[in-house]
T-cell receptor, first 110, second 117 residues
Framework: SQQGEEDPQALSIQEGENATMNCSYKTSINNLQWYRQNSGRGLVHLILIRSNEREKHSGRLRVTLDTSKKSSSLLITASRAADTASYFCAQGAGANNLFFGTGTRLTVIP | GAVVSQHPSRVICKSGTSVKIECRSLDFQATTMFWYRQFPKKSLMLMATSNEGSKATYEQGVEKDKFLINHASLTLSTLTVTSAHPEDSSFYIC?????????????FGPGTRLTVT
């Protein structure tokens, strides 16, 4: 299976705190992407980091990538209740396919 | 921009019947569409990659005769679950990649919840 793993599986924090989620993957990648999914809904693309990049920012999101360790992290700063969702990393191994990690369920308590 | 729709959003069918799910890219052309299924509180599992005008490529363990995929145009792919059984109940999500895509980003539909009774 090419499915990656994320930890923690579930994370509960207070509003205003930072949330960090980690993703480990198994194969070589062209890129790694992070998605968000609200319960029972489709996925929303958050950020893409290419294999030759080490860090990327987008608003309150910060993503790092360590290809030597085959790992990535997503940091959400100054969390809000509306950030409550499941977050998935996805390995982009080629031009097309994405293989999703197991996901982290984030709960932000107001 | 880059909106993907799915229809229906929810469907309940009886065991043994077939169900068709549509995936449309509304404001862009998609040479490639992907079909995933997701069990409750689990991750997305890629089922197949659908290329416009050619046969779909199925992932290992996915029965192509059970999950029929047709990608007849650059804006429409359909997934038909044939002779559905209760174990086929799941959340099915499609995604699409732009034909002129300069990135690897996929745009996801809102999903279809299938319940087989």
């Amino acid at each position: 299976s090419q499915q990656g793993e994320e930890d923690p599986q579930a994370l509960s924090i207070q509003e205003g705190e930072n949330a960090t989620m980690n993703c480990s993957y198994k194969t070589s990648i062209n890129n790694l992407q992070w998605y968000r999914q609200n319960s029972g809904r489709g996925l929303v693309h958050l950020i893409l980091i290419r294999s030759n990049e080490r860090e990327k920012h987008s608003g309150r999101l910060r993503v790092t990538l360590d290809t030597s360790k085959k790992s990535s992290s997503l940091l959400i700063t100054a969390s809000r209740a509306a950030d409550t969702a499941s977050y998935f990393c996805a390995q982009g191994a080629g031009a097309n396919n994405l293989f999703f990690g197991t996901g982290t369920r984030l709960t932000v308590i107001p | 921009g880059a909106v993907v729709s799915q229809h229906p959003s929810r469907v309940i069918c009886k065991s043994g019947t077939s169900v068709k799910i549509e995936c449309r890219s509304l404001d862009f052309q998609a040479t490639t569409m992907f079909w995933y299924r997701q069990f409750p509180k689990k991750s997305l599992m890629l089922m197949a990659t659908s290329n416009e005008g050619s046969k779909a490529t199925y992932e290992q363990g996915v029965e192509k005769d059970k999950f029929l995929i047709n990608h007849a145009s650059l804006t429409l792919s359909t997934l038909t679950v044939t002779s559905a059984h209760p174990e086929d109940s799941s959340f099915y999500i499609c995604s699409a990649r732009e034909a002129s895509g300069r990135s690897y980003e996929q745009y996801f539909g809102p999903g279809t919840r299938l319940t087989v009774t």
